[in-house]
């Protein structure tokens, strides 16, 4: 007696491959065969089940309100998160104020050296020269 054909290749014969050897053995074993035929049969019910689309009463009206419910409360988490964020934000040094002060700051920091020397002031030209960028670039970020 030759083996019985497994379920792949029972699905493979109901799909139209399989081998001749294979179509010739389902035909002579009637175990196989009735396997083939409930195999049918089954999809038959599953091919019907899905043209004739849900049934009536299946669908959930409640999951569209909770689908709004969820929108917005992923918005109202945004908004409250956003205004969150933006009220914590630190104001800028020294208030914001006067912008042109700030400017002049920079500016006496960065050609502090040069004025000097054009002034003829040589210890007004040391002191600025004994400061380097990182001095300066203190000055800039922790204000005077």
């Known amino acids: 007696m030759s083996r019985c054909l497994t379920e792949q290749m029972l ?3 109901q799909a139209g491959d399989g081998s001749a050897e294979e179509r010739a053995h389902l035909r002579a074993c009637p175990r196989c065969a009735a ?8 999809l038959g019910v599953i091919a019907d089940a899905l043209r004739a689309g849900p049934p009536p009463g ?13 929108l917005a409360a992923t918005v109202a988490l945004a908004v409250g998160g956003t205004w969150m964020w933006r009220a914590a ?5 020294g208030g914001g ?17 040069s004025e000097a020397t054009a002034a003829g002031d040589q210890w007004a030209a040391d002191e600025a020269a004994a400061f380097d960028e990182d001095d300066e670039l203190a000055l800039l970020f922790e204000g005077p």
Do not use: K, N
């Open 58 to 70: 299946a669908v959930h009206p409640r999951l569209r309100w909770r689908a709004v419910g969820a």
């Open 89 to 93: 934000q630190v104001p800028p040094p």
């Open 11 to 13: 699905m493979l014969l």
């Open 35 to 42: 396997r083939h035929r409930a195999l049918e049969d089954d």
């Open 97 to 113: 104020g006067d912008v042109s002060a700030q400017v002049e700051d920079l500016a006496g920091t960065l050609f502090a050296s």
